[in-house]
């Protein structure tokens, strides 16, 4: 798969951390052919869960459809060429400076 998308939520104070390994979970089950959860990292301000896929657009999409509400207000959503490790492209926010990714891959 040519793609690594990134589905970014914001820590904050009274986050539920046991929610994103239920919601990484979920998307393991959901996401279907074509998609390979790929794991999470927790930082000091944000988790980021990761998904192969090579169409990021449509993951976006079929991450939408499985997010509940309360999570979709917080997310970000960036994707990048597994191979060149310097370029992102956003999803939401739509400007790459809203987009910070401590660790890739």
Do not use: W
């Not at 976006?60 to 459809?65: A, T």
């Amino acid at each position: 798969m040519k793609y690594q998308l990134v589905i970014q939520f914001p820590v904050t104070e009274n986050f539920d951390f046991d929610s994103i390994i239920e919601l990484e979970t979920r998307l393991t089950l959901e996401m279907g052919e074509g998609y390979v959860v790929d794991g999470h990292d927790f930082g000091a301000s944000e988790i980021n869960l990761f998904i192969q896929t090579d169409d990021p657009e449509a993951g976006y999409e079929k991450v939408l459809d499985i997010l509940s509400a309360q999570l979709i207000s917080s997310l970000r959503v960036a994707y990048r060429v597994k191979e060149a490790s310097d370029f992102f492209g956003c999803i939401l926010p739509t400007a790459r400076i809203n987009f910070l990714l401590n660790n890739l891959l």
